[in-house]
């Protein structure tokens, strides 16, 4: 049967559905009560490698080795992280299909690839214009003789609390019109800004 290449989701899915501590105890580590086991990476006497809860990954604190399950298996194994995730599948009997899909699956994955790409442009996009926005703000309230002054003293703090939202929950921001349109509004601001004479006297006065 032909499988589908592994997507970004498949491999978040293997990850959020097999436990650090579970995977290195199934390839036959034993964790200690300090949460550490011997290192299979280099030739370790006393456990060195450190599994963290909640699925945050390894990490030896002698040879440096660290990752998440994806990468544990591929460098146990010397596999790709393609083949290594396609093990932990098989392994642990997870629920993630690529094989055998119907027409319908198939185009629901697509559209889950798509979705995500249209979210990473969404963000790429809106970051560049607001961090432009706050660095346009910050040069302005430096400069009390600036006409964009008071709009600087009155937008900083909310262009940095998008920034922040930008980084948190994109999804959400993306889904909401009144911010897609806010940012519009910047954007042309921006043009409006750079190409304003009184600015640029403010600025280098
Ligand atoms: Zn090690």
């Given at each position: ?10 491999y978040?899915e293997?990850?959020r ?24 990476f ?14 945050r990954?390894y990490y030896c ?15 146990l ?10 093990k ?15 027409y319908r ?7 889950k ?12 996009q ?7 926005y ?12 600036s ?31 009144g ?7 910047i954007?042309?601001?921006?043009t ?14």
């Open positions: 049967m032909k499988s589908c290449r592994l997507i970004k989701e498949d978040e293997v990850k559905l097999v436990g650090m501590r579970q995977a290195v105890e199934y390839y036959g580590f034993s964790v200690n009560r300090k949460g550490r086991c011997i290192c299979p280099h030739r370790d006497r006393h456990p060195s490698m450190k599994i963290y809860p909640h699925n990954g604190f002698s040879c440096g080795a660290g990752g998440d399950v994806i990468t544990f298996v591929g460098k194994y010397g596999l790709d992280n393609e083949s290594a995730a396609r932990l599948i098989e392994d642990f009997h997870l629920p993630v299909h690529t094989e055998g899909l119907s699956e198939k185009r629901e994955r697509e559209k690839v798509r979705q995500r790409r249209e979210l990473e442009a969404f963000k790429g809106a970051g560049k214009i607001l961090r432009e706050r660095k346009r703000l910050c040069e302005a309230a430096r400069c009390p003789m006409p964009h002054f008071s709009e600087a003293l009155q937008w900083l703090t909310v262009v940095e609390y998008w920034l922040s939202c930008l980084e948190e929950c994109p999804q959400e921001m993306k889904k909401d019109e911010m897609v349109r806010q940012l519009g509004t954007e042309r601001r921006l409006a800004w750079a190409s304003d004479p009184a600015e640029r006297a403010a600025i280098s006065g």
